[in-house]
């Protein structure tokens, strides 16, 4: 059985407009972070929740950078497993340090 035609063009755009969609709503997030941190001033735990946050944030970043440049070979390959669990914990970390600033 052979595969249909792949799409040179569409899928793997909209896969880096995802990618950068997500990147930019975690650097969003970043920055509410040391927003709120500079706001409330600068414990221990907005401290820690800070540098966790920032340090997710680079993880995610470098995660996207290598996918996104990876998108541009005639035949992408695919995530490895490494890359995405780095990302959703990345992702992960961000939603708890944000949601800790919150409470």
């Known amino acids: 059985m052979t595969g249909a035609a792949r799409d040179p063009g569409l899928q793997p755009e909209r896969t880096r407009l995802a990618w950068r969609r997500t990147t930019l709503s975690c650097t ?19 401290t820690v929740a800070l540098a966790l946050s920032l340090l997710a944030w680079l993880g995610f970043l470098r995660v996207a950078h290598r996918r996104v440049t990876g998108m541009g070979a005639a035949v992408p390959a695919p995530l490895p497993v490494r890359h995405a669990l780095t990302a959703a914990v990345c992702v992960v970390v961000l939603a708890v340090c ?4 919150l409470f």
Request: charge should be positive; glycine fraction near 18%; avoid cysteine.
């Open 28 to 46: 969003v997030v970043a920055l509410l972070a040391v927003r709120q941190t500079l706001r409330g001033g600068l414990g221990a735990v907005g």
């Open 98 to 101: 944000a949601a800790a600033m």
